[in-house]
């Protein structure tokens, strides 16, 4: 039997953070296998989708693409990060922690690739439009929307 990895291990070896490998499975670029509430990745999967990003990465520096983020660092502080979401740097750590933005290591530092930063911001922005929506409908459901 082929070795499977759960997603803290996946992320581990991708240089992710879980919620970054759950949300590529969720939307089906990473392959995986439910049990019950676990995710289990093949180790395989794990690899071919690393060589992908690797390849992708490749071919952008090819053609002078900055993975479509025009003059933007691939990877960021949180320094940086923070700067460009419009939050403190704690705040950032936070999200970190929690899983929220994916992050990697780099010796005792955090780094954040700017592509998981604007994938964060597009996540929050579509979690705001959804809880706008939640609104609208409670203010028409109690006569409000006058």
Do not use: C
């Amino acid at each position: 039997m082929s070795e499977t990895l759960d997603v803290e291990q996946a992320a581990s070896r991708l240089g992710m953070s879980r919620a970054a490998v759950t949300r590529r499975v969720n939307a089906g670029e990473i392959t995986a296998t439910r049990v019950g509430n676990d995710i289990r990745i093949a180790a395989a999967e794990v690899e071919r989708y690393r060589q992908s990003l690797m390849i992708a990465m490749a071919r952008e520096d090819q053609d002078g693409i900055d993975d479509d983020l025009t003059n933007m660092p691939r990877e960021l502080t949180t320094t940086e990060a923070a700067r460009q979401l419009g939050v403190t740097r704690p705040t950032v750590m936070k999200w970190i922690k929690d899983g929220s933005l994916a992050a990697h290591m780099v010796g005792s530092h955090h780094r954040v690739l700017a592509k998981d930063v604007m994938e964060f911001v597009e996540e929050r922005r579509e979690e705001q439009l959804r809880a706008f929506e939640r609104l609208r409908e409670a203010d028409e459901a109690l006569g409000l929307d006058n």
